[in-house]
């Protein structure tokens, strides 16, 4: 309860970390909402060739004639679900960065360009857009937050630890709930306001309030990993968000990033933000539990490991070796 306090008191005096996570919160989920309503039913296409006598016609695409190829970062946004790129001789080229399905449909769509009109694979629910949307800024806030911890470190005020009438265990969990305390609480409650106004939302609260406090737990864990390797607070911090963001991105937090690229593809597998968005998308999609136990268990197991590797490691430098 001590540290709790002590925390809090540290808290206030950097009110501003916590406006900003919140502002960072309410715009994600906010971005998420309005995507969403704003999707259309259509994919779209582009189609590279001087050849205006090329034609593509769907029902579920829109395709828009290019004289030159695509910069990849419009793929990359979103703007394009795909390229198609005459060669001449009745040849063509595809490029897309989204999954083997995709590529399929356009491969299908150059073989049928009158008649192929299957819908998009895989589509996100609103609720995993919302959650999707989420996993980088609420894991960028579990970074910011375990500032505290860092600090006792990197000034050496945790070796009182060997000394005090607590429990090195009480205290890292302590921090540990503080931090989650900081980073579920406002986002729970913008989900639960946006639940009340009659936003559809595509989870029950319940569902919500057991999917992001897995996030924020594996996203603590880390964070300590992360601090009981760095030691230093502002490095933590630096190497935390640069790791945060470029692993939520390619595990398809936005967009999916598959493409084909059989090492890139094995990476992305291993990062547990795509098992995380695996079960929440198979969750919402009406699947039981039982069958997304793999994606589960990973997450777990990830955060088991982190935690405890984290107060195995922060006790060795700090506690034990005081002793």
């Known amino acids: 309860m001590s540290v709790l306090k002590n925390n809090y008191y540290r808290m206030k005096s950097k009110k501003y970390y916590l406006m900003i996570s919140i502002a960072m919160t309410m715009i994600s989920i906010f971005s998420a909402v309005y995507f969403h309503a704003k999707l259309e039913v259509k994919g779209s296409i582009a189609v590279v060739t001087t050849n205006k006598d090329t034609v593509f016609q769907s029902d579920y695409f829109t395709f828009t004639i290019l004289d030159k190829e695509l910069p990849r970062y419009q793929l990359m946004l979103g703007k394009y679900d795909g390229e198609i790129i005459e060669k001449g001789d009745g040849e063509f080229e595809i490029v897309t960065i989204k999954n083997h399905d995709v590529r399929k449909i356009l491969e299908e769509i150059v073989k049928k360009p009158y ?43 945790i070796e009182r630890m060997a000394v005090a009438p607590i429990s090195f265990f009480s205290y890292v969990l302590s921090h540990f709930i503080f931090t989650f305390a900081l980073v ?26 057991l999917l992001l406090a897995l996030l924020c737990m594996l996203g603590i864990a880390f964070s300590m990993f992360l601090i009981s390797l760095v030691k230093v607070s ?25 493409k084909g690229n059989k090492m890139l593809e094995k990476i992305i597998w291993v990062l547990p933000q795509k098992d995380y968005l695996s079960f929440v998308q198979g969750l919402e999609s009406g699947k039981a539990v039982s069958a997304m136990l793999p994606q589960l268990s990973y997450c777990l197991v990830i955060l088991l490991v982190f935690f405890t590797f984290s107060v195995i490691k922060i006790k060795n430098d700090y506690v034990l070796r005081k002793d």
């Open 184 to 209: 579920f609480i406002p986002a729970f409650s913008i989900l639960a306001v946006m639940k009340g106004f009659g936003f559809a939302m595509g989870f029950s609260l319940w569902q919500y309030a």
């Open 115 to 157: 008649g192929y009109t299957p819908p998009l694979p895989d589509a996100r629910g609103i609720g995993t857009n919302i959650l999707g949307f989420l996993i980088l800024f609420i894991l960028l806030q579990c970074v910011l937050f375990m500032f505290m911890l860092a600090e006792d470190m990197e000034r050496k005020q």
């Open 234 to 258: 502002d490095t933590a911090n630096m190497i935390g968000s640069s790791i945060v963001t470029l692993t939520t991105i390619l595990s398809g937090s936005f967009y999916s990033f598959e």
